[in-house]
């Protein structure tokens, strides 16, 4: 099944090679206008998922990534059409310098051609990820969780049908039935079809994916995100950040998993935060010197400053410094997103320097790190690594280049 699947893919990739540019914009706007047809039929087999998923005693928190509503299916309407609105970096011709041979060589911006997408219950990466591909003209095949399944089938069930009457060739989009993991693992191998995989998930799926691929994988990392607080900071301001990077939604990858506070002011702001966490019941792992101020803190354990949650759970350390600040995440964190509360310009500055993380922030939420918030569009996902692209992806992360070179007869 697979290899038929990655043929037909390598198929459509050859000829998406030359697709015009009002070809894919009529595909996406297709693909946006039969969203909104259908939002009731989407719905429909949304509840199937969402009924499965309770049944089996599903985490609330993640409960909200597998859920569509009229709303969010407006929005992923609507974030396909800012896609089609993107300037498209395909066919884009940079250098053109001209050799002292008479030689005139420059780049030009290309599709990967087959992209791979391995993800867990979110069914709007289902649409994210197909229409920030078919705009890079790269053909796609998803291989979404058990969870979404029926929400998965009917999105690309109607997609495939609005790009077949814009003209797309057969095989452009295609999703993966079979969510079992020996099928998964096979994915991973298809290397004589796939030209790069980007799984989207947490932390199990993606070491999965990064033991077992045979193909070229695009890591988009976990995040166990920080927020510090240092000993200038505005206090009440410091606070609603914290709060939104916390609670807005605590299942995404962007959320802050742990709380760094100066012991200068921990005794201060702690409780500040303590107080505002509570309408959310927020389990506090805290260190020793967290627990001597909040009654309410567990003590956390080194696993703790680790783990990214995806839930109403948050570990909490009192440093002693910005130093301290800077060593602690360089250690625990996963290179996703960072954020310092202060006044202070100078260690603002070493903050962003000094951190090892796709994105810094100074004085706002992680929750930022997300490609519609970047003006990308959408995202195909967000990488922690630091080869071929970093941070959230948008449709310049599904290109590379070639050289172009013009002559005039020359020989070596």
């Given at each position: 099944m697979l290899q038929e699947m990655g043929k037909k893919a390598k198929e459509a990739s050859l000829i998406l090679l030359s697709i015009s540019a009002q070809t894919k914009s009529n595909g996406l706007l297709a693909i946006a206008q039969?969203?909104?047809?259908?939002?009731?039929?989407?719905?429909?087999?949304?509840?199937?998922?969402?009924?499965?998923?309770?049944?089996?005693?599903?985490?609330?928190?993640?409960?909200d990534r597998l859920t569509l509503t009229p709303q969010r299916i407006e929005a992923m309407a609507?974030?396909?059409?800012?896609?089609?609105?993107?300037?498209?970096p395909v066919g884009q011709v940079t250098g053109m310098i001209k050799?002292?041979?008479?030689?005139?060589?420059?780049?030009k911006r290309v599709?990967?051609?087959?992209?791979?997408?391995?993800?867990?219950?979110?069914?709007n990466v289902t649409v994210d990820a197909a229409v920030l591909c078919l705009k890079t003209a790269n053909a796609c095949i998803l291989r979404g969780g058990s969870e979404a399944i029926y929400s998965n089938t009917i999105l690309v069930k109607i997609m495939n049908e609005a790009l077949?009457?814009?003209?797309?060739?057969?095989?452009?989009?295609?999703?993966?039935h079979d969510t079992s993991r020996e099928?998964?693992?096979?994915?991973?191998?298809?290397?004589?079809?796939?030209?790069v995989l980007i799984p989207r998930?947490?932390?199990g799926l993606i070491a999965s994916v990064v033991e077992n691929a045979t193909v070229p994988v695009i890591e988009t990392g976990t995040g166990n995100c920080h927020i510090y607080i240092e000993k200038s900071a505005n206090l009440a301001m410091a606070t609603n950040i914290f709060i939104n990077a916390k609670t807005s939604r605590p299942s995404v990858c962007n959320a802050a998993e742990s709380l760094l506070v100066d012991e200068s002011i921990a005794a201060e702001v702690l409780p500040m935060i303590s107080h505002a966490l509570q309408p959310y019941n927020v389990e506090i792992r805290g260190c020793v010197k967290t627990c001597s101020l909040l009654p309410e803190a567990i003590?956390?354990?080194?696993?703790?400053?680790?783990?990214?949650?995806?839930?109403?759970?948050?570990?909490?350390?009192?440093?002693?410094?910005?130093?301290?600040?800077?060593?602690?995440i360089n250690q625990y964190g996963t290179g996703h997103s960072e954020a310092i509360v202060t006044t202070d310009y100078a260690v603002a500055n070493r903050f962003l320097d000094e951190i090892d993380a796709a994105a810094v922030y100074v004085n706002a939420s992680t929750r930022f790190t997300d490609g519609e918030e970047f003006g990308y569009g959408a995202e195909i996902g967000i990488s922690t690594q630091k080869l071929h692209a970093r941070g959230p992806m948008g449709l310049t992360a599904l290109t590379s280049t070639k050289h172009i070179i013009y002559g005039n007869g020359q020989i070596r």
């Open positions: 039969a969203l909104r047809k259908y939002n009731d039929l989407i719905l429909e087999e949304n509840k199937k998922d969402i009924n499965a998923f309770m049944q089996k005693g599903g985490k609330a928190s993640l409960l609507a974030g396909v059409e800012k896609v089609e609105q993107l300037p498209d050799r002292p041979n008479g030689l005139v060589i420059g780049t599709p990967l051609g087959v992209i791979g997408i391995i993800y867990e219950a979110r069914p077949e009457s814009a003209g797309f060739p057969a095989g452009s989009l295609q999703l993966v099928t998964a693992r096979e994915f991973m191998r298809l290397s004589s079809y796939l030209d998930g947490g932390k003590p956390a354990n080194e696993e703790d400053f680790y783990t990214e949650y995806n839930d109403y759970i948050v570990s909490v350390r009192v440093v002693r410094n910005i130093d301290e600040a800077i060593q602690h």
